[in-house]
């Protein structure tokens, strides 16, 4: 693309973007210093950078049973539900691929409609209890398992694959299945990989799901353990380590807090570098209409 | 008949005579017999999953009790919603839920669109791609941690009220403060989502034909005029169609948001019809009731949305439009 402007707005430009990247950056920011802050007794509150590095709150977090807990539910129900979306996701996507399979545009329809409309809270909530998946895991991987968004992108992408792999390969003999799993899927993990991140980003942040289908401490996964320890601020097991910790650090409420809010984001800011280009291109690639 | 006659398709189909229609149509379900199959679990799925909530919104018009069950509980008409209409609490909700998600919808809707004109006047491509990684991070990041990490900068001891006492203003409880708890939801929301939602935008901008923006510039087109003339007009089918997406979502004023970061102090400004639905029917296990405030939401939502699509159809065509 072609730029002509001049020096003095260029300069204002990056200022401004500068501030966006400050502004956009600092709160996760605070958490680091807090949560690494040795703490030299003096106000806690406004550093840039801590006074003194510490790891005390981090050791002091293995301890917590609980958050260890939530981790290995909320991986177990991450890479279930990774598992169970993108098979369904991918099943249902190769057949409406096909522009002349019959009923295509009713079953379409079908699936699109409950874009506009849905039953809301309480009836959902009625159905899991019914369906007698409360207080199970597969009552928050089975209800979001397939999406309508995601079977249409998917669906869009195999679309785009060359008619001409699928019809050579069909005089060689093969079936539809046979073509599915050989060839239509290993051609497709641009498109299955984006989707598996989005669906395991959406299981690894949820919480409130978990929070109305679950009440049983073992099964708890871990925003929900985030959500005692940030929002509500009083588990028991968490203000035994917060003693210990308090007669080091006075400020110790906030530190520990910001420990476990550090603890659960890490994964995910190690990798989010590397994924955040992926997500961006499935939304392009969504964004093609069919 | 080879298969690649039916694969290519649609244009000689319609000029077949009808008995070869319907042969071919024969043949074609049992061609796909197995990609019939296929679909029947999605079929399946949405039809529990998706429709069959639908028609639990029936509970709306019963004395749902879940012991005797749906078809068990006694029809009340419309009890629920008269007693939603004459309940002062349900316009407090109300009014609560209009105005966080317009306000938010009147500062966050332009910023997105305004972030993605300017960033994409950045030349440094490393610098533009660092702003637009970090500008999206917040949107991978539960509410409940966003909310106590923004719980944190507010609080007592957190930076804001260290940057205000330099002024000399008394440390102010922000959170628990009527006053300043919906522009604190409204600025954090934006905060947190403004970057994903440039995405669009960006794409769009992306798409312009930089050929346009060339003839514009040797006709002596300064930067602010080539926006004015050139991205903005062309970016317009896309900001209509998102708005009007937006107008169904007006009564949706983000309930991860409040539900993580209000408390008793602030109930009366923070409340919202999602968090309302949730104390009703879960907490208070009042399910008609609540199912019935969670129908008016979804109608009014679907008729807002109808009525922005057609005004949007009528100003600009077809283009501006969801359908």
Sequence with gaps: MVRYGSKVADILLYAFMTGVLIITLYPFWTQVVISLDGGDAAHSSFKLFPSTISFDSYKLAFDFDALWVGYKNTIIRTCLGVVISILATAITAYPLSKKDLPLNKWITRFMLIQFIIGGGLIPNYLLIKYLGMYNTIWALVIPGMLSTFNVMIMRNFFRSLPESLEESAMVDGAGFLRIFVRIILPLSMPIIATEALWVGVGHWNAWFDALIYTNDTNKEMLQLVLRRIIIQNNPTQFSDILTKLQEKNPYSGMQLQATVIMLSILPMLVVYPFMQKYFVKGIMVGAVKG | ?323
Aim: charged fraction near 15%.
């Design chain 2, 1 to 323: 008949m080879s298969k690649t006659t039916v694969l290519a398709g649609q244009p000689e189909w319609n000029k077949r005579s009808k008995t070869e229609q319907k042969k071919s149509k024969r043949f074609a379900y049992k061609k796909y017999r197995l990609l019939l199959i296929m679909l029947i679990p999605a079929v399946l799925y949405v039809t529990i999953f998706n429709y069959v909530p639908i028609y639990g919104l029936l509970i709306a018009f019963e004395d749902f009790h879940i012991t005797k069950g749906f078809f068990g509980s006694p029809w009340v008409g419309l009890a629920h919603f008269e007693k939603a209409f004459s309940d002062p609490g349900f316009y407090l909700v109300l009014k609560n839920t209009v105005l966080i998600s317009v306000y938010r919808m009147i500062w966050g809707f332009p910023i997105p669109i305004l972030f993605a004109l300017l960033l994409s006047e950045v030349k440094n491509v490393r610098f533009k791609k660092a702003v637009q990684t970090a500008s999206y991070l917040p949107h991978f990041i539960s509410w409940i941690i966003l909310g106590g990490i923004f719980m944190s900068i507010l609080s007592l001891e957190g930076p804001v009220n260290a940057i205000l006492s330099l002024f000399g203003v008394d440390p102010i409880l922000f959170m628990a403060d009527t006053k300043y708890f919906r522009s604190i939801l409204v600025v954090t929301s934006i905060l947190a989502s403004f970057g994903w939602s440039s995405i669009i935008y960006f794409a769009a901008i992306t798409g312009i034909d930089p050929h346009l923006h060339e003839a514009a510039v040797v006709d002596g087109a300064g930067r602010i005029k080539r926006m004015m003339y050139i991205t903005i007009p062309l970016l317009m089918p896309v900001i209509s169609i998102m708005l009007v997406l937006s107008m169904s979502g007006i009564l949706d004023a983000g309930f991860d948001q409040i539900f993580n970061m209000y408390n008793s102090q602030v109930y009366d400004v923070a409340d919202i019809i999602d968090t309302y639905v949730y104390r009703k029917g879960l907490v208070d296990m009042d399910y008609g009731y609540a199912t019935a405030v969670g129908l008016f939401k979804s109608v009014i939502g679907l008729i807002l949305m109808l009525t922005a699509n057609g005004l949007a159809k009528r100003m600009g065509g077809g283009d501006y439009t969801l359908w």
